[in-house]
C-alpha cells in the first residue's frame, strides 16, 4: 500500500470500489498517480528543472544585480541557469540525455548552490557585528538561504536522472 492509495481509492469512487482493471487505460490524473507510483517522472521532472533553472537564474540576476555584482562568483548562478534551462529540455525530449547531459548540469547546478550557501554565510560573517548579531545581518546581509533554491534544483535534475520515464 503505497501513499498514494487513499488518493486512489478517493479519485475511483471510495475505499471499497476496485482499481481499474489492467485492462482499462489509465487516463488523466490517474495516469500521473500511477506513474508517480512507479518511478516514472523522469520527464515530468526534467522540464520542472528546466523551469526552475530559468525562474531561479532570473530571480538571481536580479538581486544580485542590485548587489552590482561585486564579486565575480555572483555570475556563476546567472549562467547556470541557461545550462539547467538546455539540460532539462534535453532530458525532457530525449531520454539518453536525461541520463548524460541532466545528471551532469545538474550536479554542478547543485554545487554551485552549495558554494553560494558557503559564500553567503561568509558574507554574513564579515558584516558588522558577524554571527553574534545574526538577526540583523539575515535580514540585512547576503540571503544565508537563498542559494538553496538553487541547490534544490540541481537536486530534482539529478533526482530526475535517476528515476523511469514515464509510459
Not at 538571481?60 to 562568483?73: L, Q, T, V
Not at 529540455?89 to 550557501?117: C, E, H, W, Y
Request: charged share 15%; net charge positive.
Amino acid at each position: 500500500m503505497s501513499f498514494l492509495s487513499p488518493l486512489r481509492a478517493t479519485l475511483h469512487g471510495g475505499p471499497f470500489t476496485s482499481s481499474p482493471t489492467v485492462t482499462e487505460p489509465l487516463q488523466g490524473i490517474d495516469r500521473m498517480v500511477r506513474n508517480i507510483e512507479t518511478g516514472r517522472f523522469e520527464r515530468s521532472l526534467s522540464a520542472l528543472t528546466a523551469v526552475g533553472s530559468v525562474i531561479t537564474a532570473a530571480e538571481i540576476f536580479f538581486e544580485h544585480d542590485k548587489a552590482s555584482f561585486g564579486d565575480p562568483w555572483m555570475w556563476a548562478p546567472v549562467a547556470l541557469g541557461p545550462v539547467g534551462f538546455a539540460a532539462g529540455v534535453a532530458g525532457f525530449a530525449d531520454k539518453r540525455m536525461a541520463k548524460t547531459a541532466l545528471p551532469v548540469a545538474s550536479a554542478v547546478i547543485l554545487a554551485n548552490g552549495l558554494q553560494g550557501t558557503w559564500l553567503h554565510a561568509r558574507g554574513i560573517r564579515q558584516k558588522p557585528g558577524g554571527w553574534s548579531n545574526f538577526r540583523y545581518n539575515m535580514e540585512m546581509g547576503p540571503p544565508l538561504l537563498a542559494p538553496l533554491l538553487m541547490t534544490m534544483v540541481g537536486g530534482m535534475g539529478l533526482l530526475a536522472a535517476i528515476l523511469r520515464r514515464e509510459k
